[in-house]
């Protein structure tokens, strides 16, 4: 198929012309798009600085939470047997049972401190001392209840019980153990 040379050079022409504007579309692309970049670039910045407020925000919540935490924990701390060692805080268990079993009428017969026990990963002690006693089913009642009283901060560990008779005001006899958590010296 042969041209007429006017055709083939409009052809050709035309030809060069397209070549020429996608060399220039080609060339002026990277103008077109740093054009388009910036305003995505500051798009991606605003949400950027989006979640850091939001961060930031929740930074401040967990700090004051934390803040209150701490204040939770110091007034639970404020409960725990007082003592600097060991010894004092037994002591202070001791004198506790002691006030405990005068007001219910009862008499302590023997007192044993035993050997404090870690917990594990944390700084607080728990102090048993184990006591034992004679008296009345509605006396020990009463002397157990007053020890698990939540302002006592004393747990009973071990409660063993022996009766002396078959009627119902018999004597009993109680070996008991009891815990108070100290923070470790």
Not at 150 to 156: A, E, N, T, V, Y
């Amino acid at each position: 198929m042969h041209l007429r040379p006017e055709l083939r050079r409009k052809y050709i022409i035309l030809g060069g012309v397209i070549l020429l504007v996608l060399a220039l579309a080609y060339r002026l692309m990277p103008l077109v798009e740093s054009l388009t970049v910036p305003q995505e670039h500051i798009e991606l910045k605003v949400q950027k600085l989006a979640r850091y407020r939001a961060v930031s925000e929740e930074g401040k919540l967990l700090g004051r939470h934390y803040e209150g935490l701490v204040r939770e924990l110091a007034s639970l701390e404020s409960g725990l047997i007082a003592g600097k060692t060991n010894a004092l805080a037994a002591a202070h268990i001791q004198n506790a049972i002691k006030e405990i079993a005068e007001s219910n009428e009862v008499e302590i017969e023997s007192m044993r401190v035993l050997n404090p026990e870690t917990v594990k990963e944390s700084p607080y002690v728990m102090i048993p001392v184990q006591f034992r006693f004679k008296s009345s089913i509605s006396k020990l009642k009463g002397v157990l209840y007053e020890i698990e009283e939540p302002s006592k901060s004393l747990d009973i560990k071990d409660l063993h019980v022996s009766t002396y008779g078959k009627g119902a005001g018999d004597t009993i006899s109680a070996l008991f153990t009891v815990e108070g958590i100290m923070k470790n010296p």
